[in-house]
């Protein structure tokens, strides 16, 4: 019986042994198939996860930021210890004591696998193999999968510490709400840096990575403070926080951004807007859109924050005063159900829904209201943002009349409102009064002229009604605002601003038939200077000044300034009928206003990369003293700047001057600043497209305004009274922070004077108001000997000349030097003729 038991004893031994070994063979020989062709884990050694690009202005003010996963990238010291400890707790209580993996986890987790049928296998990873799952292998519920894990769990173990293994899981982990990593995950959950997190705060973070969509704060309250809790009291198991602790985090509520306890981070930023869009878009292209939105790259912009709120609200402030003149009511054509107006909350709720698009945030002084009742003295509107409720009077709507019902302005409120429509509404004194966003778009563009920093861009009326950027997107007929560089490419062919030129009728054939550009009062200067024509913007002067230097030395100046590339060599394209960007065009304006210089425009200063290495720099000039530690008194440092000089300093000066005659006694006289400002009007045929673009000696800045598919803005619409009261508000306030001086005179040329309106030449001596001084360069005046230019366009006889005592928006009467009586238009803008009229 002994021995037979002992026999038996000795053979279930054999077994047993037998078993192991071949247990252990089994498992040996499937470690081995599995850990051929595994992942490299040392890329792990060079962790460099996907972080938030950031925007800051040139004060170092965060403006903006991009991420496609929203991380916040924080080495392991810097991370606190109750919020490693909570994770720790909650995720891997023996973290810091296996060897990659948990025995007793994976044993429980095969017994969950068989009771669920081997259909769930899931849980007893340890932290390292989180981070193994997540950075090296795919993220599927499978034996092969663990093999696997488990493999590359212990050999990362064996290179890289436990603190380095936590850094990557804490900056790696997806915690819901778009936020990866503990950093992003705490600034949007309760708006707080990771210092500055409760034991409670941190130990809901913790619980978050099992099942972040389940642990919703709004959606699933209770489930969020129960899972919380659990990780409170692991946390007190463990020796990390005391009883008293315990019990204050677990009785405090949970509250968050969500739930709105605190306010979101990202309203403590600047709404976004079209400058650091536009930054997006050329970043995107220049470093790839994987680095932008995950290289972590640090971006110093060029934007003046006032200067650019300056910007967007003299654009608005235009685009609306055009809008309130049509007299036509839109609104926002949203509207809130009646079941929704019951109660304040529930219209308050209903406001927050209503999309940006339908009723922008972002325009200053405007808020989204709901019109709650209506009687025939006021509308009862609830307002975002504002306590109880406000009135819009009646008085603040006669202004409008419903589209598309007849002529009559508006007599009671409910001739354009109904209880329910969603409207925009700003306050004005002891009411509210109704705003829309126009149909009418534009754009404006300030740039530094000897930089090409580009101050402030707004490229529509409200980046959150419409996030297309007409300053650098929209391509637009220029009209008279390409005129300049006409004259240009004249003066570098000898004309002088006193070039004589006959403005009269012109015929041209052309294979789409018979072109008469024309004046659109249908009079003429007939003979006159070069510096009228660009004066008073005359259309057939410049066509018969393109024509007599051809159309091929016109477009190789565009194409040198940049304006077009290429540009059409079409006579007609000398009034500005070929399309350009507002972008292009100021920094070519930029050029004249700095001495002929190329400037390249840039909305970035610099890019930083995430590791503080500086990977683009705009300014590339060289300073010669900066290294010097003493420079000697009275004198800075000397920067020098090797730029190309894309025209003639005097030419470049020439054109200035002609641009400040524009400004003082033609097109653009209704501006006036502190400061020397030279510009030019500009507008298209049927007015589809006007323009203002005029600079300092420091700041060049352009409006446009127009419909985004072209047509056109009225009879009464011209570049000067659309676009250049945009200009003045801007430049007013600009040049109380950049200034300007007189324009610089380049050395090498001498100066003469002229009869204005004539062209003759006048002793140095001759004074009066027709004088007009002009800087030349030496045998420049090939053009001043009696000669006429006509561009081989004969002049008609009997034409419709501006006779004396003519009037024509308060014409003047000259003398000139040689006794002639004269009359010239004080103000021939675009109340008298068409500037840059494709006709």
Not at 462 to 481: H, K
């Amino acid at each position: 019986m002994i021995r037979f038991l002992f026999s038996t004893i000795g053979g279930l031994f054999s077994w047993i042994v037998t078993g192991v070994v071949f247990a252990g063979l089994i498992a040996g020989c499937v470690f081995w198939i599995y850990s051929r062709d595994l992942p490299s884990y040392e890329m792990l050694e060079q962790y460099t996860p996907k972080t938030i690009s950031r925007v800051y202005s040139g004060e170092g003010r965060l403006i903006d930021e991009f991420a496609d996963e929203r991380r916040i990238f924080v080495p392991i010291d810097a991370v606190p210890p109750i919020v490693k400890q909570a994770f720790v707790s909650a995720e891997d209580q023996n973290f810091y004591s296996h060897k990659g993996y948990d025995l007793q986890g994976i044993a429980s987790a095969l017994l969950t696998w068989g009771r669920s049928g081997f259909h769930d296998l899931r849980g007893g990873s340890t932290i390292t193999q989180q981070v193994t799952k997540n950075l090296l292998l795919d993220g599927s519920r499978s034996i092969e999968r663990k093999v696997k894990e488990v493999i590359l769990a212990s050999r990362i173990e064996h290179v890289m510490s436990k603190d380095q293994i936590l850094e990557i899981y804490l900056n790696e982990i997806f915690l819901g709400a778009n936020s990866y990593g503990v950093a992003a995950a705490a600034q949007t959950y309760f708006n707080k840096t990771l210092a500055q997190l409760t034991p409670g705060e941190a130990a809901y973070l913790a619980a978050l990575p099992k099942k972040p969509s389940e642990l919703n704060p709004v959606r699933n309250y209770q489930t969020a403070i129960d899972r919380r809790n659990y990780v409170l009291r692991r946390l007190y198991e463990d020796g990390h926080i005391d009883e008293a602790t315990l019990k204050a985090e677990q009785a405090a509520p949970l509250k968050t951004v969500q739930n709105g306890d605190f306010q979101p981070f990202r309203a403590t930023l600047p709404p976004r807007d079209y400058f650091t869009d536009e930054i997006r878009r050329q970043l995107s292209r220049s470093f790839g859109q994987a680095e932008f939105f995950g290289g972590g790259l640090t971006i110093r912009a060029t934007i003046d924050p006032d200067m650019q709120s300056v910007a967007a609200k003299a654009l608005q402030d235009g685009l609306e005063k055009y809008d309130r003149g049509l007299g036509i009511w839109r609104g926002t054509g949203a509207t809130i159900p009646a079941a929704k107006l019951g109660t304040e909350q529930s219209w308050r709720d209903a406001l927050d829904d209503v999309p940006t698009d339908k009723a922008p945030r972002d325009v200053a002084g405007w808020f989204p209201a709901v019109v709650l009742s209506l009687n025939d003295k006021a509308a009862q509107v609830g307002v975002m943002d504002h306590p109880g409720t406000g009135t819009v009077p009646v008085a603040d709507m006669t202004w409008a009349r419903k589209d598309g019902r007849g002529t009559a302005r508006a007599r009671k409120p409910s001739d354009l409102l109904a209880v329910g429509d969603v409207v925009e509404v700003k306050q004005v004194d002891d009411h509210w009064s109704l705003r829309q966003v126009p149909q009418v778009e534009g754009s404006f563009m300030a740039m530094d002229v000897n930089t090409g920093r580009v101050i402030a861009m707004q490229g529509g009326f409200s980046y959150q009604s419409s996030v297309f950027n007409r300053a650098t997107q929209a391509w637009r007929q220029p009209g008279s605002n390409f005129k300049p560089f006409v004259y240009a490419a004249a003066l570098d062919s000898g004309y002088t601003p006193e070039t004589v030129v006959v403005d009269a009728p012109i015929e041209v054939n052309t294979p789409q038939g018979l072109w008469r550009p024309k004046n659109s009062e249908n009079k003429y200067y007939g003979p006159v200077p070069l510096r009228i024509g660009l004066e008073q913007s005359r259309n057939l002067m410049t066509v018969r000044v393109a024509q007599d230097i051809g159309m091929d030395t016109v477009a190789k100046y565009a194409e040198r300034f940049g304006v077009y590339d290429p540009m059409q060599p079409y006579l007609a394209n000398a009034l500005g009928s070929q399309e350009t960007t507002m972008f292009n065009l100021v920094a070519a304006y930029a050029m004249f206003a700095n001495g002929g210089q190329r400037v390249e425009p840039t909305l970035v200063d610099r890019v930083q990369d995430r590791w503080g290495r500086t990977i683009y720099r705009h300014d590339q000039r060289d300073c010669e003293d900066c290294k010097q530690q003493n420079i000697a008194k009275g004198l800075g440092p000397r920067v020098v700047a090797e730029r190309e000089q894309v025209i003639d300093p005097i030419t470049a000066y020439q054109v200035v001057s002609l641009m400040q005659g524009v400004m003082q006694r033609g097109t653009g006289h209704g501006i006036s600043l502190p400061v020397p400002v030279a510009g030019k009007t500009g507008t298209t045929n049927d007015a589809k497209d006007v323009w203002f673009t005029g600079y300092t000696s420091n700041l060049v800045a352009s409006c446009h305004i127009g419909y985004d598919q072209p047509k056109t803005l009225g009879r009464s619409a011209y570049g000067a009274t659309l676009c250049g009261p945009v200009f003045q508000q801007f430049m007013t306030q600009a040049v109380k922070v950049y200034g300007g001086s007189a324009f610089k005179v380049p050395p090498g040329g001498y100066w003469a004077k002229f009869d204005r309106y004539s062209g003759t030449r006048l002793s140095d001596d001759a004074s009066g108001d027709n004088v007009q001084a002009e800087y030349l360069r030496p045998g420049q005046e090939r053009h001043n000997d009696g000669e006429i230019v006509d561009g081989g366009f004969a002049m008609g006889q009997n034409l419709p000349l501006f006779q004396q005592g003519e009037t024509d928006q308060g014409d003047a009467e000259v003398t000139t030097s040689t006794g002639e009586t004269k009359v010239i238009p004080k103000k021939a803008d675009y109340g008298t003729l068409s500037s840059g009229g494709l006709y």
